[in-house]
């Protein structure tokens, strides 16, 4: 059983697992999620320092392992199990998965995870996982593939990674939007999301100096459906819970909808401040008001 209850998810924020001092900081912080890299912030020659340093934080911190969760090296390379050996003895509360061909490759880190859960005496199944799920082109093709997967939390995207896969020169545009093709890979982790039963998790703002278009960009991907974002610095933290709170008047909102449906049992369609609401209305507010119960 995933060790999920009562987790927020509005923000992710990475830390380097080769220095202790941006990991303290990350976690004495307000993100919901600190995600200790072993991956792309750790050189090569730092990585075994970097599994002990978090190895010996997670140990150090028990009473918020729930929220310290390990982005491991990709499974097509040659340091995950390390990487696995190292963390999971101090029970982390997830795994981020990068640079995923497909749903096998969740598959696979069941086994291990598994086999590690076993060997430490855990609850088998409990460790959950984030995926990066557009990093590789050919993961692209297979984003709506996740329903059912095995320790599945949320799905995320990336945009760097993938322009590397494609050999692209630049993911945006000359207005600074994202291009075509990282557009749709935004979009296909939305509706691969919300095919699996996760929440979408929106990728990095690169730029953690300007805080307006951290802004509008966390505000508009979570009216699009995004639950929560990745954030490089702490100083996007506050920004990204505030996008991803809602609002006083939208709680209220949606329980004036949820009341109206309750009190007018088995209607498709109904009256409100001169126009019409159907059921989609009453879903809408019901996953908003199970944000805020979380």
Not at 36 to 47: F, G
Not at 194 to 218: H, N, S, W, Y
Not at 241 to 249: G, R, V
Request: one cysteine or more; hydrophobic letters at 45%; charged letters at 20%.
């Amino acid at each position: 059983m995933l060790r999920m209850a009562n987790l927020k998810m509005r923000s992710w924020l990475f830390a380097p697992g080769d220095s202790e001092r941006k990991m303290a900081k990350a976690l004495e912080g307000p993100a919901d999620i600190v995600l200790l890299d072993l991956e792309d912030a750790v050189a090569t020659e730092n990585k075994p320092l970097a599994r002990q340093q978090v190895h010996d934080f997670l140990i150090a911190h028990a009473a918020s392992r729930a929220r310290i969760w390990v982005r491991v090296n990709p499974l097509d390379g040659h340091y995950t199990l390390d990487d696995l050996v190292a963390v999971m003895p101090a029970q982390p509360g997830g795994i981020m998965l990068p640079k995923v061909y497909g749903r096998q490759d969740v598959e696979l880190l069941d086994h291990y995870l598994m086999a590690f859960e076993a060997a430490q005496g855990f609850e088998r199944g409990s460790t959950p996982v984030i995926v990066l799920a557009t990093e590789t082109a050919e993961a692209m093709f297979h984003t709506g593939d996740y329903k059912g997967a095995p320790r599945l939390a949320a799905l995320t995207w990336g945009a760097e990674d993938l322009a590397d896969s494609v050999g692209a020169n630049s993911n945006r545009n000359a207005d600074g939007s994202y291009s075509f093709t990282f557009e749709l890979a935004r979009s296909l982790t939305l509706l691969g999301a919300a095919t699996a039963g996760v929440p979408a998790i929106e990728t990095i703002c690169a730029d953690f100096k300007d805080m307006d278009a951290l802004r509008q960009r966390a505000e508009q991907v979570r009216r699009n459906g995004f639950r929560g974002m990745l954030a490089i610095h702490p100083a996007q933290v506050d920004v990204i819970n505030a996008a991803f709170t809602p609002s006083t008047e939208e709680i209220a909102e949606a329980r004036e909808i949820v009341a109206l449906f309750a009190a007018n049992p088995g209607v498709g369609t109904i009256g409100w401040k001169g126009g019409m609401l159907d059921r989609p209305f009453l879903s809408r507010a019901q996953q908003l008001l199970a944000q805020v119960d979380e």
